[in-house]
């Protein structure tokens, strides 16, 4: 089991910015983590996700050009930066991992296909 663990969450107000980190234990850097969220009363959905190498980073169309997801190997850390935050990004942000092989691409919101999950933090934007 890997333990994953997000902080950053908090309340801002419409057009702030906020950044969640994810920790997934060791070797985060062979791993495809992603970013999910979801709002009461609704779904959960993807986010953000970025893999292990040089593949592009992919992002939902809602958040595309206002998220940065990022990774830190040294630091086992992935990051997602949020700026112009909106009040429809409330919601409970969960951080997800599973092993990737090079061979694999690394872009889907597949919730399934993540083996590890965080318990959440919390984002709420007021307008």
């Known amino acids: 089991q890997v333990p994953v663990v997000e902080s950053g969450g908090g309340a801002v107000q419409a057009g702030g910015s906020l950044r969640l980190s994810c920790t997934a234990g060791?070797?985060?850097?062979?791993?495809?983590m992603a970013w999910f969220r979801q709002a009461p009363g609704k779904e959960r959905e993807g986010v953000a996700v970025?893999?292990?190498?040089?593949?592009?980073?992919h992002y939902a169309d809602s958040v595309k050009g206002r998220f940065t997801i990022s990774s830190d190997n040294a630091e086992d850390t992935v990051y997602l930066q949020m700026n112009s935050l909106k009040p429809e990004d409330t919601a409970m942000y969960y951080c997800a991992a599973r092993y990737q092989e090079w061979s694999e691409t690394c872009s889907s919101f597949n919730e399934d296909a993540f083996t590890y999950w965080g318990q959440g933090t919390q984002v709420t934007v007021s307008s």
């Open positions: 970025i893999g292990r190498g040089s593949g592009p980073p």
């Open positions: 060791t070797y985060t850097f062979t791993y495809c």
